[in-house]
């Protein structure tokens, strides 16, 4: 690889990186993408649901296009609490089931790398950034992995005037350019793990009730992650599900617990055997998910550098966010590159820009909202365990009423809360969950 020079350096094919990419090449910038993996979407892992929104702010035609990158509509979605001997689900049909879809990465990102290519966005893929190029702290570059030429194996180096790195969840080189502190601890990531298992399309819509397309979208609380603090999804795509956990990566190394056996005796909960039944694992593998929150939020630029999407942390597990913040993220960074280079300022007076831009968005907002998620996450074990077992109870009572005096009933219904977690202590969750939001 020779030396080359371009208006950006884009580290990473994810949705932020691509987003980023598309918004530049469509305005002519002389913009490189560099990507480690294979191809966009070889490395990826996700749950995952695509959010239509976000994907329309790059590709304005989507979904009416061939073919599509994504595998069902999601029609119905919400919770499946399991206890030990069953589960209740909380689950509504949507009004508007193309407002979000069921995806694999590997297609969806190597369709939005296909996409950016047609606009002009040149992709190196197979090639690690594995450093910056610093001149009097003033990010001027990357370092790759290629060799310079035939007969110079010194690794490459490549000018940008900006380097945006969107890099996801490891944020090594956000690291090496001081904009976070160090590595992240384990109580700020959570370690999820993922299996695709296929099934025959018709058996699939049969036993998930799905049809024309059209899916499920399911988080998972309670003994599917034996009660720990994180959570299950279950997604339905064309002829295979998504199904995976996540658990805080402290929870894990303080019980010393391997996330894949945890994974192996969900599989056995009868519910899941049902569903899974002769279903064969196309895919297995693990991915960290960044919950480090406003707390650990790293300082979003520096002179000649901008960081975007996982590696910066913008993920709003509550709600399933995380594509379409990469996508928003990558796209206001774009925006702050292009006033950047057309005043050819490069400092982080220009820079500025991406933050200011990011603080007035729903994402800071939000993240400013859930600053106590994560430690209310980790300290309400209720949550995870109690309350999934007392649903499961409270349903199991209520529903074989037939043919008992119903106060008696509703007696026992108070007895199960009283004995599992007390009057006084479900209205003091109620109150610490509400103080969530406000
Ligand atoms: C199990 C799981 C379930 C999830 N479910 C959902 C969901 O349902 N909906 C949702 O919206 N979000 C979900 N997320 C979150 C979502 O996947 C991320 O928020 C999103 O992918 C972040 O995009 P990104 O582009 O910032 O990073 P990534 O998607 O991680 O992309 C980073 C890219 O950078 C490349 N890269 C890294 N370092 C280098 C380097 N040095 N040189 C070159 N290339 C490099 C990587 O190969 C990768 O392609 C989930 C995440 C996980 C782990």
Redesign the pocket.
Known sequence: MENYSFDVVI????????SCGIKLAEKGVNTLL????RF??S?????????TSSVKEIVPEFPEVNPLPVERAVAEEGYIFFSKRGVVKLLHTKANPKEAFTAL?AKF?AWLSEYALKKGLLIVPK????DLKINHSQVTGVIVDRPQSFDNPKPAEIEAKIVIL?????R??AERAGLVQGPFKPEEVVL?V?EVIQLPKEELEKRFGVKENKGLAAELIGEITLGLPGTG?LYTNQNSLSF?I?IFLSTLVDLNLKPYEILERAKAHSYLQELFKGGEILEYGA???PEWGIEGLPRLYGKGIMV????AG??NPLF???????IYS?LMAAETALEALEKGDFSEKTLKGYEERFRESYIYKDLLLFKNLKVFLLKNKHLFDTYPEMIYEIFTLYFSAQGRYKKEIMKEILGIIRKKRGIWGVLKDIISWGRLFW
């Open positions: 580290v990473g094919g994810g949705p932020a990186g691509l560099i990507e480690k993996g966009c979407g490395k990826n892992l996700f749950g995952g649901v695509i959010y990465r990102d090639t690690k950034v594995i969107a890099e996801g969840v490891n090594l080189l999820a993922k999804f995976g996540g991915h960290l998910i975007v999407g996982d590696a913008l993920v399933r966010e995380g594509t379409n913040l990469a990558g």
